[in-house]
């Protein structure tokens, strides 16, 4: 038999290079980030777009605010711990909270699907009343529209949010420095698990309930504080993975991760242990990674634990110069490993 030699050869199968869009590119993965800094941040090129923060900061005469926008398309609508509705407020408002700021304001954009039951879209309207006033925010604009039905899958929501940030000290990826500790706000994984198993039937011997929550009381307790937060991050799409690499690969630093401290719930664990899925690359709701000096980690962690959902807040790594990766994980028997986005979908429609 004649032997063909592949030296040279090119993979018949594109491995990154994608001529549609598909599910990868929202999962908070390679994928995603690909399609934002080649296309997007190349269309829309601008200096605190380029920061790729969770807010934007913006300097107004006597005043910085921050803005931002998400947009949610969860199924099911209603799961263990939360819905559409306060997620769509969560999201942004923690979004506001990670660049320091405080959120005031929220433009809420509603397409609904023809034949949506009113008593669920009355259901979803009162959590995002109920979860703006606890937030301390007020939902001042809107739109609303409504698509055939078979083409809105029930709910579709966009908020944007606007805060006034009241530090003159910018939060943000290129505020972290070599030395700095990384904390995490609480056990991670519970809202992607959450999602997956209401959604395809699962059943634990525990439920699990998503984290979702807001995030702004524990942040103002840590900036009034007075502590030097370099920066924070909200760990949703891509998990607290996706979170470390941002960061990283904006502050051109490398983030070294132990994973034995890194906190996973025990039904969570094995639920990925089952699905064949790595926790620290699912989503959450209600969990974010403050990047902050040394010698002021114990003190967050300790204000993270007096508020509800910090209960299990710690200390998971450290920041290093740039060296060959952006992001190591020490294993708990001791060794390293490069810690890469996935390039896949792992939970689709989370958020």
């Known amino acids: 038999m004649k032997r063909v030699s592949l030296e040279g050869a090119v993979c018949p199968i594109p491995l990154d290079?994608?001529?549609?869009?598909?599910?990868?590119?929202?999962?908070?993965?390679?994928?995603?980030?690909?399609?934002?800094?080649?296309?997007?941040?190349?269309?829309?090129?601008?200096?605190?777009?380029?920061?790729?923060?969770?807010?934007?900061?913006?300097?107004?005469?006597?005043?910085?605010?921050a803005m931002t926008t998400d947009s949610f398309v969860v199924s099911p609508l209603f799961f263990p711990g939360g819905d559409i509705g306060c997620l769509g407020v969560y999201g942004t408002v923690n979004d506001l909270a990670m660049a320091?700021?405080?959120?005031?304001?929220?433009?809420?954009?509603?397409?609904?699907?023809?034949?949506?039951?009113?008593?669920i879209l009355w259901e979803v309207v009162r959590s995002i009343r109920s979860a703006a006033d606890e937030s301390g925010v007020a939902v001042v604009t809107g739109d609303t529209k409504v698509v055939e039905n078979g083409k809105g899958d029930g709910i579709y929501l966009n908020t944007t949010g606007i805060g006034v940030v009241d530090s003159g000290k910018r939060i943000g990826p290129a505020s972290v420095r070599e030395g700095d500790v990384l904390i995490v706000s609480g056990d991670i994984g519970r809202h992607g698990i959450a999602i997956m198993a209401t959604r395809e039937g699962l059943e634990f011997e525990t439920k699990i309930v998503s984290d979702?929550?807001?995030?702004?009381?524990?942040?103002?307790?840590?900036?009034?504080?007075?502590?030097?937060?370099?920066?924070?991050?909200?760990?949703?799409r891509g998990g607290l993975g996706a979170a470390v690499h941002e960061i990283a690969g904006t502050s051109a630093s490398t983030f070294v991760l132990d994973e034995k401290s890194i906190?996973?719930?025990?039904?969570?664990?094995?639920?990925?242990?089952m699905l064949g899925l790595d926790a620290i690359h699912i989503a959450n709701e209600g969990r974010f990674l403050i990047v902050l000096p040394a010698g002021q980690g114990d003190r967050a962690i300790e204000i993270l634990r007096s508020h509800p959902?910090?209960?299990?807040?710690?200390?998971?790594?450290?920041?290093l110069p740039r060296g060959c990766a952006s992001v190591v994980m020490k294993t708990e028997i001791g060794m390293e490993?490069?810690?890469?986005?996935?390039?896949?979908?792992?939970?689709?429609?989370?958020c």
Request: aromatic share 4%; with cysteine.
């Open 309 to 319: 959902g910090g209960e299990e807040a710690c200390m998971v790594g450290h920041v």
């Open 100 to 119: 320091g700021a405080r959120p005031l304001w929220l433009s809420l954009g509603l397409i609904l699907e023809e034949g949506l039951s009113m008593k």
């Open 263 to 273: 906190p996973v719930n025990e039904q969570v664990q094995g639920a990925c242990e």
């Open 17 to 65: 290079r994608y001529t549609v869009v598909t599910m990868a590119h929202g999962g908070g993965g390679r994928l995603m980030n690909d399609l934002i800094g080649e296309m997007f941040l190349t269309a829309f090129d601008d200096p605190e777009l380029r920061e790729r923060h969770d807010a934007a900061l913006i300097d107004l005469p006597g005043r910085r605010i």
């Open 212 to 236: 979702c929550a807001s995030l702004v009381n524990p942040v103002r307790a840590l900036l009034d504080d007075g502590l030097d937060i370099h920066c924070m991050r909200d760990m949703t």
């Open 337 to 350: 490993r490069i810690v890469d986005l996935p390039s896949g979908e792992q939970l689709p429609r989370i």
